[in-house]
């Protein structure tokens, strides 16, 4: 099982950029699907965007597509999250989440592992 660290949140203005980090423990990454989801207060924890072990795959939530880009990078063992155009809508702490699947999933009860999460705060 991996142990993931999250970083790189913080206070942007609308229109802003972000880059989201999550960093891994363990020889075992490169095997394991990634995926970001956040959670804003009140609400439930959402799926945001995922990649497949190799990269090959990847998926984004209707509400991010075109602002956000998932990478990987499995010789730092590390998943990043690219936000662009950044609303107040996203205002939400974000979490990074493993699965020694591989594979993607929109389901939050199908990812192994979850980070503490970095919040992520939108001023309009």
């Known amino acids: 099982q991996v142990q993931l660290v999250e970083s790189g949140g913080g206070l942007v203005q609308a229109g802003g950029s972000l880059r989201l980090s999550c960093a891994a423990s363990?020889?075992?990454?490169?095997?394991?699907?990634m995926g970001w989801f956040r959670q804003a207060p009140g609400k439930e924890r959402e799926f945001v965007a995922g990649?497949?072990?190799?990269?090959?795959?990847?998926d984004y939530a209707n509400s991010v597509k075109g602002r956000v880009t998932i990478s990987r990078d499995n010789v730092k063992n590390t998943v990043y999250l690219q936000m662009t155009n950044l609303k107040p809508e996203d205002t939400a702490v974000y979490y990074c989440?493993?699965?020694?699947?591989?594979?993607?999933?929109?389901?939050?009860?199908?990812?192994?592992?979850w980070g503490q999460g970095t919040q992520v705060t939108v001023s309009s």
């Open positions: 989440a493993a699965a020694p699947s591989g594979g993607i999933y929109r389901q939050a009860p199908l990812w192994r592992s």
């Open positions: 990649i497949t072990w190799n990269g090959g795959s990847t």
């Open positions: 363990g020889r075992t990454f490169s095997s394991y699907g």
